[in-house]
């Protein structure tokens, strides 16, 4: 594997893998054909590369036909409908015959709004090839001539390396801590459940009131803290299960991902949002964790905004789901308080974007959601009194 040909393979993978930041999508057993993605390139989220010495046009058309169907399928896999895909061939020699015709023009897919293009580059001759994918890149693919005569394992080794320190990015943004805050409250919304349960019942409604369940005209009089105390309450053993059944699964993984203390200020700036909207829109007497628990699915939707092409890789797809089934559910059933969910999942969504991930800065993400949310918690704390 070191031919002109292979070389060059591995110089072009190069390019967009380490230069370009594409990341390997497939990659053959043989390691020659690679799909390369990276949705931030909107315009050639998708590359294909194949390194195989082509005898006949009619082979390379069969090809282009297969390439199609694949193009198609990957687009659903990185939800990302693609508006071009670029598909080399890298060649020791060009066809014996007419080939032309079947790279002139481009192939459509996706009901013709995915444009498929397709490149053939000569190892012999690699000039008129790599200057026909200039138009399709976004920076300048140049070979130089001491990489033509260098090692194609060198470079192949160059491409592996750096995809490995992005997988061991990925790695270590889903491995910031283990979880500690998830089961401190959990144990506090079930010992106060217990505490409840043994002076007066948790459905009594003055006991919800006594223990500092959401009561809007107590509030209104400047007991503040039943913003916050209505996390750790819930209305019966149900409520309580479902809660804290959904905190059990969701809140190690928000809290391996953002840490210890991140996830303690998402989880209770979401819970104050949350109990803040309800004070806002519903006059009902309410409680429970829902709108913390909202709160991390939005934490988690901010992955999409700063990590898309993971988050669809691993949970986007579960993450929007559930949210969604959620978000019905509360609205097709009463006595559910939606307003303290969405306040919740609004609230988590800033919190993660203040607070950002650990060891990472995003000064132009974080200080705006910082100022939006001290303007949000002002207006809505001045909703509490509005004569004054």
Not at 50 to 69: E, M, P, Q, T
Not at 191 to 205: E, R
Not at 271 to 290: H, I, K, N, R
Request: aromatic share 14%.
């Amino acid at each position: 594997m070191n031919s002109r040909a292979d070389v060059l393979f591995w110089a072009i993978s190069r390019h967009f893998v380490v230069e370009q930041e594409y990341r390997i999508l497939f990659l053959s057993e043989n390691r020659d054909e690679m799909w390369l993605a990276n949705t931030k390139k909107k315009n050639l989220p998708l590359v294909r590369l194949l390194r195989y010495d082509i005898d006949w046009g009619n082979w390379l058309y069969r090809d282009i036909r297969d390439c199609c169907a694949q193009a198609e399928d990957l687009c659903k896999q990185i939800k990302r409908l693609a508006p071009r895909v670029l598909n080399i061939y890298v060649s020791e020699y060009a066809p014996v015959d007419d080939y032309e015709i079947y790279l002139d023009e481009p192939m459509h897919i996706n009901g013709g709004k995915t444009e498929l293009r397709s490149v053939l580059i000569e190892g012999e001759n690699p000039g008129p090839g790599i200057s026909k994918l200039r138009p399709f890149t976004e920076s300048r693919l140049a070979i130089a001539p001491e990489t033509m005569s260098g090692d194609a394992y060198a470079l192949q080794r160059t491409v592996f390396e750096a995809e490995a320190r992005r997988e061991e990015e990925e790695r270590q943004l889903f491995d910031a801590g283990r979880p500690f805050f998830t089961y401190v409250f959990l144990a506090v919304q079930i010992a106060v459940f217990i505490v409840m349960s043994l002076t007066g019942g948790t459905q009594n409604t003055q006991n919800l009131i006594r223990f500092g369940a959401k009561y809007n005209p107590l509030i209104m009089e400047g007991q503040y803290w039943r913003l916050i105390m209505p996390v750790f309450i819930h209305i019966g053993i149900m409520h309580l299960f479902m809660n804290s059944l959904s905190l059990y699964y969701i809140g190690p993984l928000v809290e391996r991902i953002y840490g210890k203390a991140r996830f303690a200020l998402i989880y209770l700036f979401a819970g104050f949002t949350g109990c803040l909207a309800s004070f806002l829109f519903s006059p009902s007497l309410s409680a429970g964790a829902s709108g913390a628990i909202f709160g991390l699915f939005g934490a988690l939707l901010y992955i999409g905004t700063a990590y898309r092409d993971l988050f669809f890789r691993t949970m986007g797809s579960s993450v929007i789901t559930l949210i969604i089934i959620n978000l019905v559910f509360g609205f097709s059933v009463s006595g559910i308080d939606n307003f303290g969910h969405l306040g919740g999942l609004f609230g988590g969504f800033l919190a993660a974007c203040i607070v950002h991930f650990p060891k990472r800065k995003r000064i132009g993400v974080q200080l705006p959601a910082l100022l939006i949310a001290a303007f949000l918690v002002y207006m809505g704390l001045r909703g509490i009194h509005p004569a004054d």
